[in-house]
C-alpha cells in the first residue's frame, strides 16, 4: 500500500462519525450545487454523523424535519438552526423560539446584515453570492448601541438562548463585539457558543480566538477559507494551525462552509481539512475532536462513532 493510500484510509476511517456543522446546500436565493437531502445522502455514504444547514435567509427546521421523517434509511442525520437577518426580521426572539421549538441547534447572529459585514463588503470590493440585494437592499441590524454594550434586542435572544440550551454563533459581526455579546450571553446563562470563521470577514486575530476560547467557546474555522483551489481561500494553510493551536484542540471545530456552485464539495472540503490536520501532525484522535466530538459537544447531538475509534 502506498503513503497517499495509507492517507486516503485514514481519512476513510477519519470521515466515519464526522459532523459538518456549517454547510451551504440548497434551497438557497444564492447558487448552489447540491440540496441538504443529497449532501445527507452523501454523507450517509461517507459514515458521517450529522451535518448543520445554514441559510442566511430561512431556518432550515421544517426542511430537517422532512428529510428525517421521509428518509429513515439516512443514516447522516440532518439539522439546522436559523440566522437573524432582515429575511427573517432580525434580531426576532419569535422566529428563535419557533427554530428552536422545531429542534433548531444553533442561532447565528447576523451574517449578511451585520454591520461588520458591509464594512467587509466595502472594503474588500467583494459582494457575498447570497446577497440579499438580489431582492431589496439589505439593512443593518446593529448588535451593540452608542454604548458599546449589546442592544436590548440582543438581550432578549440571549435570554430564549439561554432558556432553549440552543448554541449562539456569531455570525459575522466584528470581533471585538463577539467578545461583549458572548460576556453578555454567558452572563444570561447561555452554556454553548461558537466563534465563526475569525479567520475571514470579522477581524479575528490569534489572540482573540485564545482568549474567546479560554471562556469556554468552541471556535469554529471554515475550511473553504484555507483550501487549495477553493474560490474562497483567504488565509495561507499554515495560519489554520496557528489559529488551532491558539484555541487549543478541545475548542476548536470544522466545517466545509460549502455546498455553493463552482468550488468542492462538502465532503470534499472535509476530507481535504483533515489531510491538512495530517499535513500538521495532529493525531486521528485529536483529528476526531475537531471534526466530530467538540462539535457533538457544542451543540448537544450524539457523534455516533464507531466502536473502535
Known amino acids: 500500500m502506498s503513503a497517499a493510500d495509507t492517507v486516503e484510509a485514514r481519512i476513510d476511517r477519519l470521515m466515519v462519525g464526522a459532523i459538518d456543522p456549517h454547510v451551504h446546500t440548497g434551497p438557497s436565493i444564492a447558487p448552489r450545487a447540491l440540496d441538504h437531502l443529497d449532501l445527507a445522502r452523501d454523507g450517509s455514504k461517507a459514515g458521517m454523523a450529522a451535518i448543520v444547514t445554514k441559510d442566511h435567509d430561512y431556518s432550515g427546521v421544517m426542511t430537517a424535519a422532512l428529510i428525517a421523517r421521509h428518509n429513515p434509511e439516512l443514516t447522516t442525520k ?3 438552526g436559523i440566522v437573524l437577518n432582515n429575511v427573517v426580521g432580525g ?12 429542534g433548531g441547534k444553533i442561532v447565528w447572529l447576523p451574517t449578511l446584515t451585520a454591520e461588520q459585514h458591509f464594512r467587509w463588503e466595502a472594503a474588500s470590493g467583494r459582494s457575498h453570492p447570497a446577497s440579499t440585494t438580489k431582492i431589496r437592499h439589505a439593512e443593518v441590524i446593529p448588535v451593540t448601541g452608542a454604548d458599546g454594550k449589546p442592544t436590548d434586542a440582543v438581550k ?17 459581526i466584528h470581533i471585538s463585539e463577539t467578545w461583549t455579546v458572548f460576556e453578555e450571553a454567558q452572563r444570561r446563562g447561555v452554556k454553548r457558543l ?6 475571514d470577514i470579522v477581524d479575528g486575530s490569534a489572540n482573540d480566538v485564545r482568549g474567546i476560547a479560554a471562556m469556554g467557546a468552541m471556535v469554529e474555522h471554515s475550511l473553504c477559507m484555507f483550501l487549495e483551489g477553493c474560490k474562497f481561500k483567504s488565509r495561507d494553510e499554515q495560519d489554520l494551525k ?9 475548542n476548536t471545530i470544522m466545517c466545509s462552509d460549502l455546498g455553493q456552485v463552482g468550488t468542492f464539495h462538502p ?17 486521528d484522535d485529536d483529528i476526531r475532536k475537531m471534526f466530530s466530538l467538540n462539535t457533538a459537544r457544542v451543540l448537544g447531538i450524539a457523534a455516533d462513532l464507531p466502536a473502535a475509534a
Not at 461558537?194 to 479567520?199: A, D, R, V
Open 78 to 80: 440532518v439539522y439546522s
Open 91 to 102: 434580531l426576532n426572539p419569535f422566529a428563535v423560539e419557533h427554530t428552536a421549538a422545531m
Open 156 to 172: 432578549e435572544i440571549l435570554d430564549v438562548v439561554a432558556r432553549t440550551d440552543m448554541a449562539l454563533a456569531s455570525g459575522h
Open 242 to 250: 496557528m489559529f488551532i493551536d491558539a484555541a487549543g484542540v478541545d
Open 194 to 199: 461558537i466563534l465563526t470563521h475569525p479567520e
Open 267 to 283: 465532503i470534499d472540503g472535509l476530507r481535504r481539512g483533515m489531510k491538512l490536520c495530517i499535513d500538521f501532525g495532529y493525531s
